[in-house]
């Protein structure tokens, strides 16, 4: 890529498109420019330069929301069951429940199924 292209590129964004997103500046560029460039290309130096924001960061996924709800029911069918056991045969005291157990955990554990 020749330099020149590359800070023609810049500041057309800077002096005449500023307004513009990324998609309809790289559309510009094509149609009344004549400047082939991948839609790629001018995202990043768009933003290497600063004048466009970068992508925000999703949240990791969780799943689905039937298997959360299969979970809790299940740690809970659990935790009543020893609660049940441990206070007519023992008199120690119970076990907590663990904190968290991972989805995958649950799955290959069979304690859960998705269908």
Excluded at 20 to 34: A, D, I, S, W
């Amino acid at each position: 890529m020749p330099l020149a292209t590359a800070e023609e590129v810049l500041g057309l964004y800077q002096k005449t498109y500023y307004d513009l997103n990324v998609r309809h500046f790289h559309e510009k560029l094509n149609e009344e420019h004549g400047i082939q460039l991948s839609y790629t290309w001018v995202q990043q130096a768009l933003q290497g330069a600063g004048l466009v924001a970068r992508g925000r960061r999703r949240g990791r996924r969780r799943g689905c929301l039937i298997c959360q709800i299969k979970s809790e029911l299940s740690r809970f069918s659990e935790h009543v069951g020893r609660l049940h056991r441990d206070s007519h045969f023992s008199t120690a005291p119970t076990t907590p429940l663990p904190k968290s157990k991972s989805r995958r955990r649950l799955h290959e554990t069979g304690h859960i199924t998705c269908q």
